[in-house]
């Protein structure tokens, strides 16, 4: 195996010099030995060794992407979650940064690992205020959380508007003629505000500003780590309606989706039966059968800003802590039917 001794002696320079070249701190290296370095580098297929490399420069130039699920989840699976850390691994990588997802049941093990790994950062999805808040007082490395709403002034946050994303998707169901409507969303924990209730808070605005009510029926909240039988009841419900419910509000993608499919297996056709808007615009989105009519938010956008801000942090910029707030728009395709004006006066 080739040593770094192995290149120094052949390019006659020494091996602090070489590693030098290997670690980019090229300073105290000449163009001329820098040049001859590499092309040794490269004719002997010399693979660096990390650790070494890692205790040399104090860095690891690894980032961490952290996921909260249940013990044994697969968190990937999830199609927003992997499109997000999709699109961050090449962001990391076109830094020359390593990307490592880590799932945790609980943000103790967050504390717990951050303290013994040498990374140079991470990046949250969907942090708690309580959680974002102790990590960001016990962690002291570059940290950017998504979808974070905390009240903490010292906090990196990149969001979307989701308060806007409901306004819009009851805005285009009333365009469309539907006025009886139901909300389905993942749960979570109650008095804490996240990006479900801040996207049933924008669709119940607009309901109220027509004086519009809706009863405690309208409203489903399904456990995302087993939802079927929750859908299930939601399809029996529709069908025993006789008609009155016209459309669903969906708070995500996924969650949309998987309700489609539960109302085809009982017989109901979207958009002929009922009517489904969703929220993200995965990628997969377009490619569903009818298309799926949902608030878009640019994942690649929200990406891009949070690995700017990350790696402005690790390079020693002096960024004072930022609250990021992307716009949102409606993607209308396939799902929303629209009602005739009879079936509006109706409702």
């Not at 508007?161 to 539907?178: T, W």
């Amino acid at each position: 195996m080739v040593t770094l001794k192995d290149i120094a002696d052949e390019a006659g320079v020494s091996i602090a010099t070489v590693s030098n070249v290997i670690n980019g701190n090229l300073s105290k290296v000449s163009n001329d030995n820098a040049k001859r370095i590499r092309a040794i580098i490269e004719n002997r297929h010399y693979v660096p060794n990390s650790s070494a490399r890692t205790l040399a420069v104090k860095s690891s130039h690894i980032i961490a992407g952290i996921l909260m699920g249940a013990q044994g989840a697969n968190m990937l699976k999830d199609p927003y979650c992997a499109e997000f850390f999709g699109e961050l691994v090449g962001a990391v990588q076109d830094r020359g940064y390593y990307f490592m997802v880590r799932y945790v049941t609980s943000y103790d093990e967050v504390i717990k690992s951050l303290r013994s790994w040498n990374v140079d950062g991470a990046v949250f999805i969907g942090t708690s205020e309580v959680y974002s808040r102790k990590i960001q007082e016990e962690i002291h490395i570059p940290l950017i959380f998504t979808d974070s709403y905390t009240t903490q002034q010292n906090i990196n946050n990149v969001g979307i508007d989701d308060f806007k994303g409901g306004v819009l998707a009851a805005e285009y169901f009333l365009k469309m003629g539907h006025r009886n409507l139901s909300f389905v969303g993942y749960t979570y924990p109650l008095m804490e505000k996240s990006v479900v209730p801040e996207r049933l808070g924008g669709f119940l605005s607009v309901f109220k500003s027509h004086n519009i009510e809706m009863s405690d029926k309208q409203f489903f909240y399904v456990p995302e780590s087993a939802p079927d039988d929750c859908l299930n009841n939601i399809a029996s419900q529709l069908m025993e309606d006789n008609g009155g419910i016209t459309g669903f509000f969906v708070s995500a993608d996924k969650l949309a989706f998987a309700l489609i499919r539960t109302l085809s297996n009982n017989g109901i056709k979207v958009p002929q039966d009922i009517s489904v808007i969703g929220f993200d615009d995965l990628s997969i989105t377009s490619d569903f059968m009818p298309g799926l009519t949902t608030i878009r938010q640019n994942i690649s956008r929200k990406v891009q800003i949070v690995a700017d801000l990350l790696f402005r942090q690790i390079e020693g910029d002096n960024v004072p802590p930022v609250n990021t707030m992307l716009d949102v728009e409606l993607i209308e395709r396939g799902s929303v039917k629209f009602l005739s004006k009879k079936r509006k006066e109706n409702t």
